[in-house]
Structures are given as structure tokens and as C-alpha cells.
């Protein structure tokens, strides 16, 4: 589980973004990474036995400021990320744990030119099953509605007056669910992210589906 003493640590890095006072407490840091690493690898070992995943990758707390205005040098939360197996799956999950800004995400984050356009060809086509997908009761309880950043008005080639025109300007593709630090510092939050990332596959798997063949409905996966 996450402890407090995982978040208080971060509390205080946040507070003294400096590498004088990482130093006096890279110990003290090094118990909570590792504590966050172990979190981590419980939630890896926990999707494999209910989804189909390539890699994991833990972000280091180092940040890159070489394109940055904020020079602050570490990350003020702990990541992971999870690869789905591709070719047939694809997205991923994302868990960050930060105090008071927790939360899990499945996404399809920067899709590609060429899977952003099949994406929304598709919406053009039919959007359907995506909408009954995320107006399910549990949809609605977990991650409220799809998210992700989105343009302002019509992407080049589609109508602005299309229906589905809420769907066919976003840029990402995001399922995302919020926790407190209470929730954070259960005992049953392993068990309740697990849940949550079960509850994003129908989101994962239409998404999937939709990149892996064309508007017929034909697979696109090369045998």
C-alpha cells in the first residue's frame, strides 16, 4: 500500500524543489521510491492477470528543464506507465501519485496522424458504441466522461455541424479517476485501482478495435 509517509515525503520535496535539500534527504527519499516502486510492481503483476501488458515503465523523479521555464529539478509525484500488448491491444494506463492530485488515467494520449484520422473517420461514421460505452452507470461513477484536450472548432475535412463533432475534434483520449489522499492511504486502494483499470477496458478495447481495422470492419493486422 501507499503509506503517508509516501506522500509526506513528496509534500516536501514539493516544498523544497532544490538539490541541497535532496541531498540532506536522499535517504529518506530512497525508502519512499522504493516503497512506490514495490506499489508499482503489485499493480503490474496485478493487470497481467487481467490484461494483456507489454512493459512497464516507472518515471524517474529527475526532471528535463532543458525546454523548460520552470527550473524546478525534480518531479513532485511518483508515476508508472503500462503498456498494452500490441498489435491488438493498444492504449495504456498511467497511474501518478502526488498529494491532493492523485490519479489513474487510460489513454490514448498522442495518437499518431494516421490513428488520429481513423479515430475520427470513425466518430463519422458511427459513434455509438463509444457513447454507450461512456454513459454506462459504472463509466459515469468511476471516470465521469471521456477527457482529453481537444480542438476548438472542426479538424480540417470534417463538417463543424456533424453530430458527433464533440468526439471528432479531440486530439486525445482519456479515461481518468481522481483520488484523495484518505483514499491514496487505504489498504484496499491496490485493489481499487485494479478495479478502476478493469472498468477502463471496454474504453481500451473499442479503441482498439477501432485502430486495428478499417471503416469496414476489417482487421488491418498484418498475419
Not at 497481467?48 to 513532485?76: G, L, T
Not at 503500462?82 to 487510460?106: D, L, Q, V, W
Amino acid at each position: 500500500m501507499i503509506s503517508k509517509q509516501v506522500l509526506d515525503l513528496l509534500a516536501d520535496l514539493q516544498a523544497n524543489n532544490n538539490r541541497e535539500w535532496f541531498l540532506q534527504n536522499k535517504d529518506a527519499f530512497q525508502v519512499q521510491e522504493l516503497a512506490a516502486r514495490s506499489f508499482f510492481n503489485d499493480i503490474y503483476e496485478g493487470l497481467q492477470k487481467q490484461d494483456a501488458i507489454e512493459k512497464m515503465q516507472i518515471f524517474r523523479i529527475y526532471r528535463d528543464v532543458r525546454f523548460s521555464k520552470d527550473k524546478s529539478p525534480y518531479k513532485k509525484f511518483f508515476s508508472a506507465w503500462y503498456s498494452r500488448t500490441k498489435p491488438g491491444n493498444r492504449g495504456s494506463y498511467y497511474i501518478h501519485i502526488e498529494p491532493g492530485a492523485t490519479f489513474i488515467e487510460g489513454s490514448f494520449w498522442g495518437p499518431e496522424t494516421e490513428d488520429l484520422l481513423r479515430i475520427r473517420k470513425e466518430f463519422e461514421l458511427d459513434a455509438s458504441e463509444i457513447r454507450e460505452i461512456t454513459s454506462t452507470a459504472k463509466f459515469k461513477k468511476y471516470f465521469g466522461e471521456l477527457d482529453g484536450e481537444e480542438l476548438k472548432t472542426a479538424p480540417k475535412g470534417f463538417d463543424k455541424g456533424h453530430p458527433n463533432i464533440d468526439l471528432i475534434r479531440k486530439k486525445q483520449f482519456l479515461v481518468t479517476r481522481k483520488f484523495t489522499d484518505k483514499e491514496v492511504t487505504n489498504k484496499n486502494f491496490l485493489p481499487t485501482v485494479l478495479e478502476s483499470f478493469e472498468a477502463m477496458k471496454p474504453f481500451l478495447n473499442y479503441m482498439s478495435d477501432v485502430l486495428t481495422t478499417n471503416l469496414n470492419g476489417e482487421s488491418i493486422i498484418q498475419k
